[in-house]
């Protein structure tokens, strides 16, 4: 049998990783500014996540969720204080894309609607984007056609507040950052004003920090520079630093009923020591600001270097627009200078290193980065 090739792969074999490096099977030594695509946040093989995950799956690695399970509970404590939203609940899945479904389905089994409207060139997940509502929320019925989802573009205060005072809309989804749409913030101004809109309406607020999140922007969350509360919060990736696992953080104002979600594997035990295991390091290593501190350093220092057109970002996650197409600048770095990046679009490299990224690392990405752009 044949691997379903859908994704362009570079001839490289990674087999070994530690901080912010990973070797080869040639042993060749790379400095890993993509983490995976913003998923290894505490580094590769931290010797704390290694021995969490190590010990639970001695013990016992999996068992349904149809007992409770005390290492959720565990989880959820540690997360509400860092995260700011010690207030809300946390329902435990296993990617991004099951995060924002569910969030999604929360929304609408609230207010009874059925119109999604996501900002800017978002792309919330791999599944439909859009849920049914019905009288039973253990019936779920997909919805795969754009009738049900408005996009309104980034930063459109006019366009947002006009769909949203139709008052048929069940939900907004937008990113802390945006990620795929080329590392694009929204303002304070209209985060401030589409969360007043939404309150107005009786529209839920989902704010998908899946990719902004777990302190990469130098703040636990990226939409917290707005200094706006969600309704929902939808967190992936980093959370479990390599491992499947993702969350969804739920405001007081909604109430659970049994049935009302579920999942098979979300929150198993070895997913929730390495979730605990983030969350201590994270604290212990203080690396939310770390991510800012670096991420300033590193901003700044691109900003200097005359190739770049445009750098965009918050802490450690960076966009680099160029004038020109980016695939041989990036195989450069990457074949040339062992440097690991990734890119948005065709003109925007993107950087997610983990969030123990050094100065002294930052400085040797830009010495690379120079000497490959002369």
């Known amino acids: 049998m044949n691997l379903f090739d859908v994704y362009p792969l570079f001839d490289i ?29 505490i580094g590769h093989s931290h010797p704390h996540y290694v021995k969490m995950i190590s010990d639970q799956v001695s013990k016992l690695g999996f068992y349904s969720n149809s007992v409770i399970n005390k290492l959720q509970q565990e989880v959820a404590t540690k997360l509400g204080p860092i995260s700011g939203y010690d207030d809300y609940s946390l329902f435990l899945v296993n990617s991004g894309a099951e995060a924002n479904e569910n969030a999604l389905k929360l929304a609408s089994f609230h207010n009874g609607r059925t119109r999604i409207v996501s900002c800017g060139k978002s792309f919330h997940g791999r599944t439909s984007l859009a849920v049914e509502v019905t009288d039973n929320p253990r019936i779920i019925a997909p919805i795969n056609n754009n009738r049900h989802v ?4 980034l930063n459109d205060i006019e366009a947002m507040t006009s769909e949203l005072s139709k008052e048929d809309v069940c939900a907004v989804i937008i990113e802390g950052i945006q990620g795929v749409g080329g590392i ?3 303002t304070k101004e209209y985060m401030q004003a ?17 990719q902004s ?4 922007s130098g703040k636990f969350f ?7 509360k969600a309704d929902i919060i939808t967190v992936a990736k980093g959370i479990g630093n390599g491992f499947p696992v993702s969350g969804v953080l739920v405001s007081p104002m909604f109430t659970p009923v049994h049935g009302m979600l579920g999942t098979t594997f979300g929150g198993n035990h070895l997913a929730c020591a390495a979730a605990m295991a983030v969350l201590d390091v994270m604290k212990e290593e203080n690396l939310v600001e770390n991510a800012a501190k670096v991420g300033d350093y590193l901003m700044q220092e691109l900003k200097q270097i005359p190739q770049i057109k445009e750098v965009r970002g918050k802490g450690l996650m ?3 627009e160029f004038a020109e197409p980016i695939n041989e ?8 200078y062992k440097v690991f990046t990734g890119v948005t679009g065709t003109h925007v490299i993107r950087l997610l290193p983990p969030l123990c990224l050094t100065r002294e690392q930052a400085a040797e990405f830009i010495s690379c980065l120079k000497s490959c752009l002369n």
């Open 13 to 41: 074999n990674i087999v070994k990783g530690e901080g912010c490096y990973v070797w080869d099977e040639n042993g060749n030594k790379y400095l890993d500014l993509y983490g995976g695509h913003a998923v290894i946040s």
């Open 184 to 186: 694009r913030i929204p």
């Open 150 to 153: 408005t996009y309104v573009p």
């Open 318 to 320: 960076i966009g680099l």
């Open 194 to 210: 589409l969360r007043e809109a939404c309150t107005q309406t009786g529209t839920i607020l989902i704010l998908d920090e899946i």
């Open 213 to 216: 999140g777990y302190g990469r």
């Open 329 to 336: 600048i990036r195989r450069k770095l990457l074949f040339d």
């Open 222 to 228: 990226a939409h917290q520079y707005q200094g706006i």
